[in-house]
Nanobody
Framework: QVQLVESGGGVVQAGGSLRLSCAASGSIFRINAMGWYRQAPGEQRELVATLARAGSTYYADSVKGRFTISRDSAKNTLYLQMNSLKPEDTAVYYC?????????WGQGTLVTVSS
């Protein structure tokens, strides 16, 4: 059983920074990619950033240049450094792990950016 636990969300003023963490545990045979998604109230879940096994990254245009995705393989932890936060970044942020056998989601962590 694979478990993903996000942390690091909170309330921050516009222009501020937060770092989200996603700790993975359990029997993970092979990680193909990990990523961050977010869902704002009344909106669909959207892709924020991904980090592939080979190290390539992808960022949504809305966060490019402000957010950085990274991973500590030794700790099986994924990070999302979020700088220059805007009110429109307010959402529940979810971690996703794509393994060779299945995909897994965390429970989400709420980020609120006040103007």
């Amino acid at each position: 059983q694979v478990q993903l636990v996000e942390s690091g969300g909170g309330v921050v003023q516009a222009g501020g920074s937060l770092r989200l963490s996603c700790a993975a545990s359990g029997s993970i045979f092979r990680i193909n990619a990990m990523g961050w998604y977010r869902q704002a109230p009344g909106e669909q879940r959207e892709l924020v950033a991904t980090l592939a096994r080979a190290g390539s990254t992808y960022y949504a245009d809305s966060v490019k240049g402000r957010f950085t995705i990274s991973r500590d393989s030794a700790k099986n932890t994924l990070y999302l450094q979020m700088n220059s936060l805007k009110p429109e970044d307010t959402a529940v942020y979810y971690c996703k792990l794509d393994a060779s056998d299945s995909s897994y989601w965390g429970q989400g962590t709420l980020v609120t950016v006040s103007s």
